[in-house]
């Protein structure tokens, strides 16, 4: 009976989807206000039902009802209930299902904090995203069902979900992702009702900025914890591969950085309308041809997920229909006024343009490295791959050119700035830089190191220019504390963002450069040196959890003959799938990880035994939740509440 | 979520575990090469893993070849040659630059230098307004006043 | 001028979509062999049931055969193995068996168990003909012609709809001369 309600619910959403993508878009164009207002309980209608039909699969979930398919495939009675809950979002079509609530609370989050936008404005973004929701809800039904019954006869016990999947990071982690992608149909919602409308003013960019801003930072918080998770629990220590996988949440976030900038000029400056637009486009555009490649099946990463070349192609003409229209709509519609303001060479809005271009080119090497398998595979000219050798070769120089210019525009003012300024205001800072960057390889390492040193001095640069332009807010203010005060969250949150790109720059280059790893048979007893630490092999003994058996082994390691930790990894067999897992062990720290892996046994209780020494590791990590963290600071700006009603109702 | 759907991929091959070896070297600059190798090939029975990491059988013949080869004192382009030669250009995780990858390494290239032109040609013809700067502004006078009244709040 | 420029983004979108299109009738995972109009490689090992046989390349030239690559421990092998015998039965090409890193008296039990139709068995036990020949999991399947020049490869199960597929190419030999 649930699981009907469930699917009932589902299509009572797409009713009022399809309801909410039609009434209130023909409001505006004919200035019906009454056809308007139904934009907003139509959001919250949409999304009630979503979350009724959301709440009847995790109570399907939380039941055992293994006469559910989508049930019996992805759970057990032996899993632990948090477990149940997150594999509601442990294959394809749950996960869909939470990609349609995430997208149904977004337009209710829009119809909600919008107090100061037009009408009109309001009636359009909103119809807009019931267009996009009427066609994910539509996929949902027509393909990937998740309440579809196994009858009359259905199974008595579950298949399990994926051990890999029974983690906390897993739990996590798609949630905050999918916060992230669909975020991005915010500001595509606004760009298509500023195409619609032809009102592209500092309002427009201010009223998208915030919601920019905080779908950015979801994103880069899951590709964070993606990463961190990869890293603890797949065994390889590795924190990432470039798989298609990765690349596809890493390209809608690149071009939300060039966004988020980009929006700021126009902003301020009301410059670059055309472009943001398109990059607003081609955020949320992105996002679409991930979940594509991902569902689709045209890549090798996730060919075995997606078994259904039907669904495949219910995704791409819906990005036929998305992308194609949005691009059309632009190509007809985007304002192709001369500049309304002018600016120099060293302005701001010149480094960000450049900026610009490196976080697009970025962008487009991972789409180019991605895809360009199939493309040549499609022309009939055999298989090849593409892979990390290809991106670091690549992705890295553009990146250091980035951060360069990253430093530049520190110094830089709107309009203009004289060369004297620049100078006197970056000396210092490069000078510092380059200087630690040398020494750091000579302290740190064994000697000079090339690689070192640029990484380093990059991270620097930008932590010093920032601490620069810091510094010069005070120049003229007589209380400190004052000016703490006076300086907006906005202001904090880029700082916090930019100290965030150089504490990630620092963690890469130095656990790329420096890690050490040795793969050993080990007997009991036996000790393996690595980066001065030994680490000594106990023995394994038999632990039993909820729903697997493993092997854990007790390894002990010391430094200079001081014991440091005992690490405990394990070798699991989960009783349903039958599978083998690793679980990995690690003595984790600010600057260096210990990570111990457990292989095969091997003959006289030996075992195969890896294990790494991992510098300045978590700082991966710590520098994308600084990111992370410094836009949704961002989003508190005083500005975007008071001023945006302000100029609604100048506008309206 | 993406990740987690890759996963689903690997565990279909029952290979989501570390591929571990005990292989001893004779010196410390062979291991590194066979550490960059089995990084750099991939394994052609998997989805998308290379040889270091995948537990496929296939992948530990691949890295018992390698370990031998390189022990028979072979050089890293024999012994890619030689994977080649067997497996095709596929296992190759660094495309070589041919013709027909050209702008898969090229591309961005070309398209880092077209974005830069592009942003000299803006600023260009920007700079120069500073001239005659009353003609643009008059242009669209209501958005220099909204922006104006934008410029002075921040001002505040 | 200009107005043009913004109708590029859209261009090269459609470029990606017939792309895309044309992604989803492709299978990522299928291989095409490296060996491909190239010769079988050389190779001196001993015959399955016959363990004082050494077989070579000679043995495969004279006649177009399939090489079917097979082992005991993988199941989808023992899924075509009844195929494998409707094929043997009418003759139209002979099957040489390759026993891929599997253990011989199991593989010898198995032909007992489940029926022969392999003409000989090549015995690599080591895994090293199967390494040069491009393999990279049983069951694969080749098709050779009388040159022992490889024309084509199957990876997977041999289905009936495999069979008629192996015969067109066949035929199409047959039409053409040269080979």
Redo the contacts between chains.
Sequence with gaps: MIPELGEFALILALGFSVILAIVPLYGAASLKTLWMEYAKPLAKAQFTFMLISFICLGYAFAQDDFSVQYVANHSNSQLPMQFKISAV????EG?LL?WALILSGWTLAVSLFSKGLPLDMLARVLGVMGIIATGFISFLLWTSSPFLRYLPRYPTDGADL????QDFG?IV??PL??MGYVGFSVAFAFAIAALLSGRL???WA?WSRPWTNIAWAFLGAGITL?SW??YYE???G?WW?W????N??LMPWLVGTALMHSLAVT?????FK?WTL?LA??AF?LSLL?T?L????????????ASD?ER??FI?VL??LT??GS??L???K?P??????????LSRE?LL??NN??L??MA??VL??T????????LG??????????FN??FVP?MGLMVICLGLSTAARWR?TSIENVKQQLMLPAMASLAIGVIFPFIYGDGFNIRVFIGMSLSLWIITTVAQEFKGKFRTSSSVVGKLKQLSPSYYGMMLAHIGVAVTAIGITLVSIYSE?R???LAPGEVIELADYQFKFLGTKPVKGANYVADQATIEISLDGEKVVSLHPE?RRYNV?R????E?AIDPGLFRDLYV????P?ADGAW???VHYKPYVRWLWLGGLLMALGGILTVFDR?YRK?AKQ?GV?HA | ??????????????S????????EFKDADKQARF?DLV??L?CPKC??Q?L??SNAAIAQDLRQKIYEMLDAERSNSEIIDYMVARY????????RFNS??A???L??FV??IA??L??IF??R??????TS?DS??A??AQ??K??Q???N??KK | M??LL??I??AL??V??L???????????E??SALIDKPFPAFKVEALLQPERQLTTADLIGKPILVNVWATWCPSCRQEHNQLLRIAQENKIAIIGLNYKDNRQAATQWLTELGNPYQFNIYDESGMLGLDLGVYGAPETYLLDAQGIVRFRHVGVVTEQTWQELQAIMQSWGANKNV
């Design positions: 979002w442990g294959g394809h996960s939470l994926n051990p890999l999947l897993l982690h798609p992702l999918y003013d500092a309002a201010r993606g998770w990869a797949l065994g390889w590795g591969f798989d298609p996988v990765e596809a949440s902003e301020k400056r009301g410059v055309s398109l486009i081609f555009s991930g594509f991902v569902r689709s099946g045209v890549l090798t990463s996730v060919h075995a997920f070349p495949g192609f791409l990005l036929v992308i194609g691009l059309t632009y190509a007809f985007a192709n006024v001369k500049s309304e303001s002018s600016f120099g060479w010149m343009l450049v271009v490196f697009v080119v487009v090497t180019l490295g895809l360009y398998p199939l493309l040549i595979d499609a000219a055999g298989k090849i791959s593409v892979g990390p050798p290809y070769a690549l553009i203009d790893e793969d050993m048979r070798k799938k599978s083998m897992m690793t990995a892996a457990l292989g095969e091997l195969a035994v890896r500005r001023n100029q100048a | 979520m993406f990740r987690f759907l890759l996963l689903l991929m690997l565990f279909s091959l029952n989501a575990y570390a591929a571990i070896d005990t292989y550490h990084a750099d991939r989805q998308n290379n270091a990491d095709g250009d596929f296992v190759l995780y660094e495309p027909q990858n702008i898969l390494w591309g961005p398209l880092l974005g830069l592009v942003v803006l600023v013809q920007r700079s120069k307004k500073n700067e643009s502004m242009l669209d958005q220099q909204s922006l009244k934008v410029l709040k921040d | 200009p107005r913004l109708f983004p859209l979108f459609g990606l979509i792309f895309l299109w044309k992604g989803l009738s492709i299978d990522p995972r291989l095409p």
